[in-house]
């Protein structure tokens, strides 16, 4: 089957605010640090080497230990104003895009909009 992805652009320039993203494997077990009411559906959580991040609740499985249902990589992108992109997922309120260059991660919904 042939899924066709929706695209987009960016209507406002986004920095991304964590440089070293967490990337983890279906089954890797976290913390949980602290939810944000400014981002529900997110968890900051803390790996087994110590590194931290926002992870959807949605990819995770338990309580105070918490497993990870998917892979995951955590990466932002800094993007600018007018730059194409396609979806790659939409996941409270954070699209996951590939952008013009071929990279992709994570921008804010508020920072874009999709095309009909």
């Known amino acids: 089957m042939n899924r066709k992805h929706k695209h987009g652009r960016v209507l406002k320039s986004y ?32 790996d087994s080497s110590g590194r931290q991040g926002w992870v959807p609740l949605s990819y995770l499985h338990g309580d105070d230990i918490l497993t990870l249902t998917r892979d995951y990589d955590a990466t932002e992108l800094t993007v600018s104003e007018d730059e194409r992109f396609e979806l790659l997922e939409n996941e409270s309120g954070w699209y996951r895009v590939r952008i013009s260059d071929g990279k992709i991660g994570w921008i804010p919904q508020e920072c874009a909009e999709l095309e009909e």
């Open 15 to 46: 920095q991304s605010a964590y440089p070293d993203p967490l990337v983890l494997s279906r089954g890797d077990e976290l913390r949980l640090i602290r939810a944000d009411p400014e981002w529900p559906g997110w968890l900051f959580c803390q």
